[in-house]
């Protein structure tokens, strides 16, 4: 993983591509757990994005780079807008909003197993603040839970979510990032809407999150793991130190809000971190090729959700 070429590297790549490559930026937006971070890892093709059956999970703008013959794709994995009622949840929404301004095309998921709701609309009118020059693609998602007769009603009930949106949609269209029906037609689609321009990454490139937060985001849905309903949204993992050797020792921190949940995360006589750290270290190794020694450690860190001093040191 390596930050993006100068311009200037950009420019001489440039002359190495056919007339009519296009490259550009693009994010997807809707209610959490509609399948953004599925739909992101599907185009993409390779793990990057965090997927849980639980909502809010993914709370960085992860990129995932889509290479192809004719074009580049880089996607911006945004958190779930929601209605914020902490610190932390207003972070997480100001972290949209500027997504949404800086990208090419924003695409609108809207889950096929699911009635267009409150939840669609709320969005559908917070996207109309922003979005009035940046072409949005109606995405439905999840089309293997339904029947055909179902998808077609969705697929109605989200066009008319355009008159909340106050301007057409640029394109609707139905997707299972699980089957990958239709996937590579979004890919297209999605490209369609960039402006001409060289590869903005070196070919091969496909996340450009700093490892530390994959590692980190690693360890904490492993720590989420069967826990989920006791543990919602209050744990937090900074990587701390990553130290060269033999085997690369990575050594992590692992933030709760009370000492109960603590003793959750650590399970009886350590059993449960222990398989943390196991589940963790094997997705690690997988994402930098190399042996990895994972140090764990729990910490309670009061109410940092509320402490503005707290989620600046946990990198919100
Ligand atoms: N059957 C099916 N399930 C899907 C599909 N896409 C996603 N899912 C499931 O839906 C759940 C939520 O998916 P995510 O990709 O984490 O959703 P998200 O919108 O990124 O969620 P947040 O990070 O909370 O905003 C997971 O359990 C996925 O496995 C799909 O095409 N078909």
Known sequence: MSTPESPGDAAERSSTHQDGFRSGFACFVGRPNVGKSTLTNALVGQKVAITSSRPQ??????RGVVHREDGQLVLVDTPGLHRPRTLLGERL???????WAEVDVIGFCVPADQAVGPGDRFIASELAKVTAKTPVIGILTKTDLVRPEVIAERLLALQQLSETLGHEFAEIVPVSASSGHQVSLLADLLLARMPPGPPLYPEGELSDEPETTLIAEFVREAALEGVRDELPHSLA???EEMTPGKVLTVRAEIFVERD???SIVIGKGGSRLKHVGT????QIEALLGE???LDLFVKVAKDWQR???QLRRLGF
Not at 279 to 282: L, P, V
Request: glycine share 0%; proline share 3%; charged share 30%.
């Open 57 to 62: 999970t993914t709370r960085h703008a992860i």
């Open 93 to 99: 929404n100001d972290v949209v909003h500027t997504t």
């Open 237 to 239: 993992v900074v990587v």
């Open 260 to 262: 109960s949940q603590k």
């Open 279 to 282: 589940e963790a270290r094997r």
């Open 291 to 293: 042996k990895v020694h």
């Open 307 to 309: 402490d503005p001093r």
